[in-house]
Every structure is written in structure tokens, then in C-alpha cells.
């Protein structure tokens, strides 16, 4: 009996006498792909078997309301990697959205020089905007004139246009 090749690994292997048509070798890696495809289907076509597997961790949640709770107290280094992976998704997100977004200034034709600095700035490609981790240094002095006072600017006690 000549041998099958496998979906996955391309490997040849001899199919089961149980199975005949089967078409995965029993490696375990190639078995665990075969089951999530098999589920990704199944919840495509079948929307009851879809729905009990939305409400059976619903339930179980439902049963062990504090269970969460408890690991992370049992567990206190795995909570803190946990917080700090989670900050770093955080941080991966929003420098996403900071790519290419030119809607805050056009800085490259602004009198000032755009210092970057801190972690992910290399994710920062095309950015015009000024993140919250940018430090902007004026490259000029300040050119801002005060506007000449109106009548309803003056002081109090001093009328315009009269000398004591």
C-alpha cells in the first residue's frame, strides 16, 4: 500500500486501516491544525454548534466568578509580566495610529527641530504629529509681537485719550 501525503507537513505516511481516507499524519502539530480547522468550519456552517461555543465559557465564567481573582494572587509574577506585556501592546497601538498622520502640523516646513526620542520611535514612519514622548526644541527666538491695546483693554483708572 503506497503512502498519503500529508495536508500539512507534506510528509508521506500511511493512512490508518480504521481510516482509510484519512489525509493527516499523526504528528501532533499536524493533528492540532487539523482539529482548528475542522472547529473554524464547523462554526462557519453550523450556527447551533456556533452558539454553544459562545455561551460554554459564558457559563463557566458564570460558575467560577472569583477565579481570576485568585490567580493573580497565587500568581503575582505572572500578573506583573502580564501588566507589562499588555503595556507594550498598548504602546505598539498607538504608535500604529501615529504612522503617516498628517493631520496635527505640517512640521517640515515649521521653524522648529523635531527632536525624537524614547522606544518605538523606528515604528514612527512619515509621522508629522508630535507624540506625547517628542520633545520640540524652538530652533529661533520667539517672534510673538504684543497686539496694540484696544480702549476696552486699558487699565483700570486710566481713560484713553485723557491727561490728568
Same mark, same amino acid.
Given at each position: 500500500?503506497?503512502?498519503?501525503?500529508?495536508? /500539512?507537513?507534506?510528509?508521506?505516511?500511511?493512512?490508518?486501516? /480504521? *481510516?482509510?481516507?484519512?489525509?493527516?499524519?499523526?504528528?501532533?502539530?499536524?493533528?492540532?491544525?487539523?482539529?482548528?480547522?475542522?472547529?473554524?468550519?464547523?462554526? =462557519?456552517?453550523?450556527?447551533?454548534?456556533? *452558539?454553544?461555543?459562545?455561551?460554554?465559557?459564558?457559563?463557566?465564567?458564570?460558575?467560577? +466568578?472569583? /477565579?481570576?481573582?485568585? /490567580?493573580?494572587? #497565587?500568581? +503575582?509574577?505572572?500578573? @506583573?509580566?502580564?501588566?507589562? #506585556?499588555?503595556?507594550?501592546?498598548?504602546?505598539?497601538?498607538? %504608535?500604529?495610529?501615529?504612522? !503617516?498622520?498628517?493631520?496635527?502640523?505640517? %512640521?517640515?516646513?515649521?521653524?522648529? @527641530?523635531?527632536?525624537? %526620542?524614547?522606544?518605538? $520611535?523606528?515604528?514612527?514612519?512619515? !509621522?508629522?504629529?508630535?507624540?506625547?514622548?517628542? %520633545?520640540?526644541?524652538?530652533? $529661533? =527666538?520667539?517672534?510673538?509681537?504684543?497686539?496694540? *491695546?484696544?480702549?476696552?483693554?486699558?487699565?483700570?483708572?486710566?481713560?484713553?485719550?485723557?491727561?490728568?
Amino acid at each position: 500500500m503506497p503512502g498519503r501525503l500529508c495536508r /500539512y507537513c507534506h510528509k508521506t505516511f500511511q493512512s490508518s486501516k /480504521y *481510516q482509510p481516507a484519512q489525509a493527516v499524519c499523526g504528528d501532533a502539530d499536524c493533528q492540532r491544525r487539523r482539529r482548528n480547522d475542522y472547529h473554524r468550519q464547523k462554526i =462557519a456552517r453550523d450556527p447551533e454548534y456556533r *452558539q454553544v461555543c459562545v455561551d460554554s465559557p459564558r457559563k463557566w465564567r458564570e460558575r467560577n +466568578p472569583d /477565579y481570576w481573582t485568585r /490567580y493573580r494572587a #497565587r500568581n +503575582p509574577a505572572s500578573t @506583573e509580566q502580564n501588566r507589562g #506585556r499588555q503595556r507594550q501592546r498598548d504602546e505598539k497601538r498607538r %504608535l500604529c495610529r501615529l504612522a !503617516n498622520n498628517n493631520s496635527v502640523l505640517d %512640521l517640515k516646513r515649521s521653524a522648529t @527641530e523635531i527632536w525624537l %526620542l524614547g522606544s518605538g $520611535v523606528e515604528l514612527l514612519a512619515n !509621522n508629522n504629529s508630535v507624540p506625547a514622548k517628542v %520633545l520640540v526644541f524652538e530652533a $529661533v =527666538a520667539h517672534r510673538w509681537t504684543t497686539a496694540p *491695546q484696544s480702549c476696552k483693554q486699558q487699565p483700570s483708572g486710566e481713560t484713553a485719550g485723557f491727561a490728568p
